[in-house]
């Protein structure tokens, strides 16, 4: 699959000026690496993907929804053992149910000074999720077709570390807002996924 790339994934960015944020930020850090699934499975034979409530925290993601994923470890081979090892850790599905399709385009995030390497998989077989207690608040299980629908594209009012009170891009799915760099990671997997279908 070709990837869409940075220009599908700002049209879900939180500030106009994301690019230019991300670039000065780089240039002043070294990111660390981390990696995150979507992670495609059937549920009464209607395609599903997994997301996750993160436990509050003092962190910069303290609280948001966001794929299964973390950072990546000295004995990752590469970005992909990072995401299947984290999406084990942190929602309990063993590494042989989860079939990578392909890799979505890098990217960064500076608040937590990480840069993001997403994956797209499909497991075959219904999935039994186990939430990691000290990382996951709760697990959403969320229909493809919610994401596919263009009626769940919607705005937000938040305060991000960039901005207080403004308008924001976001997916509303199962009654959650999705925003930030994985709702840019899903606008993304979305437009793949919608050129793989018209093919």
Same mark, same amino acid.
């Given at each position: 699959?070709?990837? #869409?790339?940075?220009?599908?994934?700002?049209?879900?960015?939180?500030?106009?000026? $994301?690019?230019? !944020?991300?670039?000065?930020?780089?240039?002043?850090?070294?990111?660390?690496?981390?990696?995150?699934?979507? $992670?495609?499975?059937?549920?009464?034979?209607?395609?599903?993907?997994?997301? &996750?409530?993160?436990?509050? /925290?003092?962190?910069?993601?303290?609280?948001?929804?966001?794929? *299964?994923?973390?950072?990546?470890?000295?004995?990752?081979?590469?970005? /992909?053992?990072?995401?299947?090892?984290?999406?084990?850790?942190?929602?309990? !599905?063993? *590494?042989? @149910?989860?079939?990578?399709?392909?890799?979505?385009?890098? !990217?960064? &995030?500076?608040? /937590?000074?990480?840069?993001?390497?997403?994956? $797209?998989?499909?497991?075959?077989?219904?999935?039994?999720?186990?939430?990691? #207690?000290?990382?996951?608040?709760?697990?959403?299980?969320?229909?493809?077709?919610?994401?596919?629908?263009?009626?769940?594209?919607?705005?937000? &009012? @938040?305060?991000?570390?960039?901005?207080?009170?403004?308008?924001?891009?976001?997916?509303?799915?199962?009654?959650?807002?999705?925003?930030?760099?994985?709702?840019?990671?899903?606008?993304?997997?979305?437009?793949? $996924?919608?050129?793989? @279908? /018209? @093919?």
């Amino acid at each position: 699959m070709p990837r #869409p790339g940075f220009e599908v994934q700002n049209k879900m960015a939180a500030v106009e000026r $994301l690019e230019e !944020i991300q670039r000065t930020t780089l240039e002043k850090n070294t990111p660390r690496y981390a990696a995150v699934m979507m $992670l495609i499975y059937p549920v009464n034979d209607i395609a599903h993907f997994v997301l &996750i409530e993160r436990m509050e /925290s003092k962190g910069a993601h303290s609280g948001q929804i966001a794929f *299964p994923g973390g950072r990546k470890e000295p004995e990752d081979i590469d970005d /992909s053992m990072t995401a299947i090892r984290e999406t084990h850790e942190e929602v309990g !599905i063993v *590494p042989e @149910l989860q079939e990578i399709i392909t890799a979505g385009t890098p !990217i960064y &995030i500076p608040p /937590s000074n990480y840069m993001v390497a997403p994956f $797209l998989a499909f497991a075959k077989a219904e999935l039994q999720f186990i939430p990691q #207690p000290s990382e996951v608040k709760s697990i959403l299980e969320v229909p493809l077709h919610e994401l596919m629908d263009a009626n769940n594209i919607q705005e937000h &009012i @938040l305060s991000t570390s960039y901005a207080t009170n403004i308008t924001v891009p976001c997916y509303k799915l199962q009654n959650h807002i999705v925003w930030g760099a994985t709702a840019m990671m899903l606008a993304e997997f979305k437009t793949m $996924l919608e050129e793989g @279908l /018209s @093919l």
